[in-house]
């Protein structure tokens, strides 16, 4: 029995081993709990969720037409967008002195995008068509492109033929069909006046047979552009339409009106305010869009 009492203070001073956690490589222990270790990124990365994820770098892009009509008087749009940046002052530029101009050469990418228009080169100037760079840059470093897109400058369509009027003198020659005059119509023969000014050009003619007509009038106009009247392809050519071109030819025949509006296109190949145009042209009435008239007119004064 003594035995015994002797023993019961060493059983109440015993304990049993401590149970210890042991982590993983990816994990520290806190109190008794593993949790996630900090992930120790570098540069360029960041730790989201525990893990070491890249840093999106800005990438910026430009976005224009793959083949764009060398004529100053068509500007195209150019669009430029940076992902992963805003508030980024950028400038456009070409890598071809001479290509064309933009209307606005320098921006803010504030929001998503930002537009501008490129007017080229006109295709009869010398270098002007072939392949072409438009680029964007930081306005801090304006000469290092930061983004670029490959283009073509193409010399546009051809808008009715000249043939019968380079013979040399003045003439007016055309082709209707039910608009304006119904048939093949030269006129070499008569009064030729050219006035207007430098975005318009207004030619009026009176032939010597009255079997041709008493008075025919042609008017080139590029004054709702902007601009003056250049050589080159002229589309979408509406009457009074603010950024478009303008052209009407009238005659004193029973055809010679248009009651719903006209359309047309024209290219002036040769023009000198005050002495000399050449040029050809293509109408037509809005309702009636198979029924018009195409044809050229030199004159010289």
């Not at 996630?36 to 999106?56: D, S």
């Not at 040399?168 to 304006?180: A, P």
Request: charged content about 20%; glycine content about 10%.
């Amino acid at each position: 029995m003594r035995a015994l009492l002797r023993l019961i203070p060493l059983l109440v001073g015993c304990s049993s081993t401590e149970h210890r956690v042991t982590c993983n490589a990816d994990t520290t222990l806190e109190g008794d709990e593993c949790v996630a270790t900090p992930a120790t990124c570098g540069t360029g990365t960041r730790e989201v969720n525990g893990a070491c994820e890249a840093i999106a770098l800005p990438a910026f892009h430009v976005v224009a037409p793959a083949q764009i009509v060398a004529d100053a008087a068509r500007p195209v749009r150019v669009l430029a967008y940076a992902e992963n940046l805003l508030g980024e002052a950028i400038v456009f530029r070409t890598d071809r002195p001479g290509a064309g101009d933009f209307t606005q050469p320098t921006a803010v990418l504030d929001v998503a995008s930002t537009t501008t228009r490129f007017a080229p080169c006109n295709a009869t100037t010398p270098g002007c068509l072939g392949p072409l760079r438009i680029e964007i840059a930081r306005a801090s470093a304006p000469t290092v492109a930061i983004a670029a897109i490959a283009v073509e400058l193409i010399a546009g369509p051809k808008i009715g033929s000249a043939e019968r009027c380079l013979d040399g003198g003045n003439v007016l020659s055309f082709e209707g069909r039910g608009f304006v005059y119904p048939g093949d119509l030269t006129i070499t023969d008569g009064v030729f006046r050219l006035s207007g000014g430098d975005a318009r050009a207004v030619i009026d003619i009176v032939p010597s047979s009255p079997l041709q007509g008493s008075k025919w009038s042609l008017v080139f106009d590029t004054v709702q552009l902007g601009q003056k009247l250049l050589p080159g392809v002229y589309l979408d050519a509406l009457q009074g339409a603010v950024g478009h071109a303008s052209l009407n030819v009238t005659g004193q025949t029973p055809f010679a009106a248009c009651r719903t509006g006209l359309k047309g296109e024209f290219e002036v190949i040769e023009f000198e305010y005050g002495k000399q145009l050449t040029a050809t042209f293509r109408e037509w009435c809005l309702d009636y869009t198979n029924q018009e008239l195409t044809g050229c007119v030199h004159v010289e004064l």
